[in-house]
């Protein structure tokens, strides 16, 4: 099939997921040749990452379908030809997002005809080459702090018919040459929102950011007001992405193993904490901040970060040292605790709360950035109010 109809066919997929509205939007997807930002890059297999081209069979049905495509591991770029020989361990460092998510953050920046935008996280281009079509290359600014993708994804923008402004830096101090913009899009993470976005930010535009939380991460879109202030919602549709390097998150330490005796019943189930599909999780990140999921690798001992697609067996860990496993008991749970907080009550607690306040779910918190402190808030920003820093 030819890259035309295979674009059309993702477009078609991305309408009917309902991600994909704007008329604008539906025909910057069509027309941006995905395939040229995307030469090579990275498979998961059982073994670990294989390497992928274009001579390759398949190749180009990858690039249009609706996955995420990692293009750098490590922030090494040697990895690619390593991984070419045989599988690889390795950490994606940048990648094509999943066109759906781009979909979303791309609408909910409600960009306007003339506006000005800034995308932090180059990567492959292909995100600021659509920003490109839509409001035009002139329009359009973007950063990313590695010096060899900035260079590749300039020819792949230039060999695909766009000019946008392409610079080196670390995105979390904005754009180097420092112009206000209307709009600023994070297509890396953040754990708190960067001052200087709101600063490049004209009062009124607008800051869309996916946060990197061990819990509650997510899709925040702010108003920015003077200065490195600003106010805004967290977002009912979800989104996660690679951080940016300085807010990549600690891997939490291994468990300690719970004595048989330690165990006991609960009604709450972990996935209602750790499935960003559960209405509570959100809630449970704002009342057990810097607790991380955690999933074990039976086979090695060693902990994992959990990822979304596999769940596996679940426990929570703390910096502070304390820890909380579960596990399945016949139909219902059974949960063990240790270190100096019991994590489980104190997630019990908040399941009551929750309940309490009406079971409110992501879309229902805001969040409001001033210089000094950011901090999420539900319904209005004088509710009830959690810190994020
Ligand atoms: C998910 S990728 C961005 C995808 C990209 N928008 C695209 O369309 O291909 C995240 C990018 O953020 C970049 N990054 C990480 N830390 C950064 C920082 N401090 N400043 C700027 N970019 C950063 C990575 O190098 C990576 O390319």
Known sequence: MGTKRLRRQLVKQLVEQDVLRDVHWIEAFRAVPRHVFLPRFFRPSDEGWTAMDADDPGW???????????????????????????????????????????????????????????????????????????????????????????????????AAGYEPSCAVGDGALGFPAGEPFDRVLGTASVSAVPPAWLEQTVPGGLVVTTLNRPLGAGLVRLVAGEGATGTGRVLAQDGRFMPLRAHRLAEPAPLPEADESDWRPTTLPMAALVKPKHKFEFFASLELPDVHPVREQPSSGTSVVLTRADPGPMALTHPDGSWVRCRRAGDAYEVAQGGPRELWDLAERAYVLWKSLGKPERDRFGLTVTGSHQEFWLDEPDGLRWPLV
């Open 60 to 158: 180009l049905e990858l690039v249009y379908s609706p996955e995420v495509l990692v293009t750098q591991l490590d922030d090494d770029p040697s990895r690619w030809e390593e991984a070419r020989r045989h599988p690889v361990p390795g950490k994606p460092s940048s990648s094509s997002s999943m066109p759906a998510i781009m979909a979303i953050m791309l609408e909910e920046l409600q960009v306007r005809d003339g506006q000005r935008v800034l995308e932090i996280g180059t990567g492959t281009g292909y995100n600021a080459a659509l920003l490109s079509h839509r409001c035009g290359s002139d329009q359009v600014s973007t950063v990313d702090i590695d010096e060899g993708l900035v260079t590749t994804a300039r020819e792949h923008l230039r």
